[in-house]
């Protein structure tokens, strides 16, 4: 018989983390291990997919509990700003609270036996979990203060609690382990496990080596494609290209996402690169990108894992990638791709190498191909995951 699992996500946009949990749920549900049913905050396209689908889904409104907070101006101005932040803190939390007897009782009605968080970011597990009494397995797939720089309203012995308090923590890197033991020592249960990001009958399709591509454009195209957002480097991304266009290289940069983009619209005039730099918005299907360009980019600070890098490598791109997070995880430098540490001077350094080297591209492109096919598989991320649950479930 089918586990029936309850998933919970905090948004209901098709990004990353939600993109991976329907690679699960519909591979768990296929293979008949597992009955799905879907919590989110608000209506959204994943609602839709999921109607598609035919997977019960439910929207029952909860509120951050990880939220960016600003400052400025003299100490009074500061300390009231802390107090509002504090308050409007005290709001959100009374909204998730309000809303966990009606998700215990939507639980309740689906008879769901295991809860399956699909983010650090989900608010109120633990109160669900002692409503229903069902097991918490938590997927943690960011390192929300170093990565997105957001404040935890729990502060971090809170969210060190609340992560401990789980059956079974999931993270998708060394990197969400490490951090991760930041908050709770040694004690929490943590399982690693990567994020599967395409079967292998996708890798096998999409794999196409750089000598095919190279040469058939003009300019050398990098692609950079994700959230736009300070901590994910587009600037950096665009001054390392000025740094190649004024050595006279023949490049553009497209960068493919939605986000706080009024700093890098202006960096990109000042910079006068309007004619190379060409910003796409959000996508929901990233592969024609990745098939029309030359290299990828991933310029994030402390990336949790980096879906889109192991899609870019499926498609036989070589990737440049910040040497942070989980990205030194993916990239192995001068094996399957290029790493660097140092800012916009030395991404350009390395940007300018694929450029002038295409054996190199290809080089590094075929071999992140291949090793994206053996270690990231949904086939194996799913099955390591019902692993889990079992073995929760057991554990009772």
Same mark, same amino acid.
């Given at each position: 018989?089918?586990?029936?699992?309850?998933?919970?996500? &905090?948004?209901?946009? #098709? @990004?990353?983390?939600?993109?991976?949990?329907?690679?699960?749920?519909?591979? +768990?549900?296929?293979?008949?291990?597992? =009955?799905?049913?879907?919590?989110?905050?608000?209506?959204?396209?994943?609602?839709?997919?999921?109607?598609?689908?035919?997977?019960?889904?439910?929207?029952?409104?909860?509120? /951050?509990?990880?939220?960016?907070?600003? @400052?400025?101006?003299?100490?009074?101005?500061?300390?009231?700003?802390?107090?509002? &932040?504090?308050?409007?803190?005290?709001?959100?939390? $009374?909204?998730?609270?309000?809303?966990?007897?009606?998700?215990?009782?939507?639980?309740?009605?689906?008879?769901?036996?295991?809860? &399956?968080?699909?983010?650090?970011?989900?608010?109120?597990?633990?109160?669900?979990?002692?409503?229903?009494? #069902?097991?918490?397995?938590? &997927?943690?797939?960011?390192? /929300? =203060?170093?990565?997105?720089?957001?404040?935890?309203?729990?502060?971090?012995?809170?969210?060190?609690?609340?992560?401990?308090?789980? %059956?079974?923590?999931?993270?998708?890197? $060394?990197?969400?382990?490490?951090?991760?033991?930041?908050?709770?020592?040694?004690?929490?249960?943590?399982?690693?496990?990567?994020?599967?990001?395409?079967?292998?009958?996708?890798?096998?399709?999409?794999?196409? /080596?750089? !000598?095919?591509?190279?040469?058939?454009? *003009?300019?050398?195209?990098?692609?950079?494609?994700?959230?736009?957002?300070?901590?994910?480097?587009?600037? =950096?991304?665009?001054?390392?290209?000025?740094?190649?266009?004024?050595?006279? +290289?023949?490049?553009?940069?497209?960068?493919?996402?939605?986000?706080?983009?009024?700093?890098?619209? =202006?960096?990109?005039?000042?910079?006068?690169?309007?004619?190379?730099?060409?910003?796409?918005?959000?996508?929901?299907?990233?592969? /024609? #990108?990745? $098939?029309?360009?030359?290299?990828?980019?991933?310029?994030?600070?402390?990336?949790?894992?980096?879906?889109?890098?192991? !899609?870019?490598?499926?498609?036989?791109?070589?990737?440049?990638?910040?040497?942070?997070?989980?990205?030194?995880?993916?990239?192995? %430098?001068?094996?399957? *791709?290029?790493?660097?540490?140092?800012?916009?001077?030395?991404?350009?350094?390395?940007?300018?190498?694929?450029?002038?080297?295409?054996?190199?591209?290809?080089?590094? *492109?075929?071999?992140?191909?291949?090793?994206?096919?053996?270690?990231?598989?949904?086939?194996?991320?799913?099955?390591?995951?019902? $692993?889990?649950?079992?073995?929760?479930?057991? *554990?009772?």
């Amino acid at each position: 018989m089918a586990l029936r699992v309850a998933y919970i996500s &905090h948004y209901p946009e #098709l @990004y990353g983390a939600n993109r991976s949990m329907l690679d699960l749920v519909l591979e +768990l549900r296929d293979r008949g291990e597992v =009955e799905p049913f879907v919590l989110m905050p608000r209506a959204g396209p994943l609602q839709d997919v999921l109607a598609a689908e035919r997977i019960p889904s439910a929207v029952i409104p909860t509120a /951050p509990w990880m939220t960016e907070r600003y @400052y400025g101006g003299r100490w009074y101005h500061r300390l009231l700003q802390h107090l509002r &932040h504090e308050a409007a803190a005290r709001k959100r939390a $009374k909204v998730t609270a309000d809303a966990m007897p009606v998700m215990a009782a939507q639980l309740r009605s689906w008879g769901a036996q295991l809860i &399956h968080a699909n983010s650090a970011a989900v608010p109120g597990l633990v109160d669900l979990r002692r409503r229903t009494g #069902l097991p918490l397995v938590w &997927h943690i797939r960011e390192m /929300p =203060e170093r990565h997105y720089r957001v404040h935890l309203d729990a502060g971090a012995r809170g969210y060190g609690r609340a992560l401990r308090a789980a %059956d079974r923590l999931v993270a998708i890197s $060394k990197a969400v382990v490490d951090d991760i033991r930041r908050y709770t020592g040694d004690t929490a249960n943590v399982a690693l496990i990567h994020d599967g990001v395409l079967r292998l009958a996708q890798y096998d399709a999409l794999a196409r /080596p750089a !000598e095919l591509r190279l040469g058939e454009r *003009g300019p050398f195209t990098f692609v950079l494609m994700g959230l736009i957002h300070p901590s994910k480097g587009q600037v =950096e991304a665009v001054e390392a290209l000025a740094l190649l266009r004024d050595r006279g +290289l023949q490049v553009r940069l497209v960068i493919a996402g939605s986000g706080r983009d009024k700093p890098l619209r =202006e960096r990109i005039a000042a910079l006068k690169l309007e004619d190379r730099v060409e910003l796409t918005g959000y996508v929901n299907d990233p592969f /024609p #990108l990745f $098939k029309a360009a030359d290299a990828n980019l991933v310029c994030s600070r402390y990336e949790a894992f980096g879906r889109v890098t192991v !899609e870019a490598m499926a498609c036989g791109l070589p990737v440049i990638g910040h040497a942070s997070g989980g990205t030194a995880e993916l990239v192995r %430098d001068g094996l399957t *791709g290029l790493l660097y540490t140092n800012g916009a001077a030395e991404l350009a350094e390395r940007m300018a190498r694929l450029v002038s080297e295409p054996g190199l591209a290809d080089r590094l *492109g075929r071999a992140g191909a291949a090793d994206a096919r053996d270690r990231f598989t949904i086939e194996r991320d799913s099955a390591q995951v019902l $692993k889990v649950y079992r073995a929760v479930l057991a *554990g009772r």
